[in-house]
């Protein structure tokens, strides 16, 4: 079975700064990583993914992403956040051939004027 | 992409009663699934809705507490049975879309159970 530990709960920063949000998973098997955003009162929006090939994905809105297999990890990057980023960030994974996801607990990221 | 979304966007209910949440699709999807979001948790998932086939439940789900319908490739229905607080929480509709593989999200179904 697969499990994600997001280990920031809330992640506070100001704008214009760098941030990084943390994901690391769990699996015996090959996987599928994803970072997921909502926004409030949305529904869940694809930041990135990362499914074979590079290890460093790149995803809408200038977020980034690397694959780290020997330290299970899949931290989310973005150089210069911005207001407009503030929302709950979620890291899934999925058996690679399979749809369902499991889920971390999410990030709540608040940009700060 | 696919557009998805679901009614109602949020219902307070009595304890005892059942509540049926609506996802509509505006493609026709193969797979559908349901998840759960109970507070200050993550999503769960619930079930796997395809079309043409009985839903298949994760652990600890079952039928008769989340009968689900899906009668078509655009449409699926998750009824919350007997409801108790234990119940409050995002209920959300999901479809990988065929000819991409990507999986996209309704807006949420917010339950209160009181």
């Known amino acids: 079975a697969q499990s994600v530990t997001q280990l920031d709960s809330q992640v506070p920063v100001f704008e214009e700064a760098p941030v990084e949000l943390r994901c690391n998973y769990s699996?015996?098997?090959?996987?599928?990583l994803f970072w997921y955003v909502q926004y409030p009162n949305q529904g869940l929006q694809l930041l990135l993914k990362y499914l074979s090939g590079s290890t460093l994905v790149k995803g809408i809105n200038g977020f980034e992403a690397e694959f780290n297999k020997s330290q299970t990890s899949f931290h989310l990057r973005k150089p210069s956040v911005h207001i407009s980023d503030t929302a709950e960030y979620f890291c899934a994974v999925t058996q690679t051939g399979a749809n369902n996801l499991f889920f971390g607990t999410g990030t709540r990221l608040t940009v700060i004027p | 992409s696919a557009v998805i979304s679901q009614k109602p966007s949020r219902d307070i209910c009595q304890r005892g009663t059942s509540l049926t949440i609506q996802c509509q699709v505006d493609s026709q999807v193969t797979m559908m699934f349901w998840y759960r979001q109970q507070p200050g948790q993550s999503l769960t998932l619930i079930a796997t809705a395809n079309q043409g086939s009985e839903a298949t439940y994760e652990s600890g789900f079952v039928i008769d507490k989340f009968p689900i319908s899906r009668p078509n490739l655009t449409f699926s229905t998750l009824t919350v049975s007997n409801m108790s607080p234990e119940d409050s929480s995002i209920y959300l509709c999901?479809?990988?879309?065929?000819?991409?593989?990507?999986?996209?999200f309704g807006p949420g179904t917010r339950l209160t159970v009181t």
């Open positions: 699996s015996s098997v090959s996987v599928y």
């Open positions: 999901s479809v990988v879309e065929s000819w991409s593989g990507e999986q996209y």
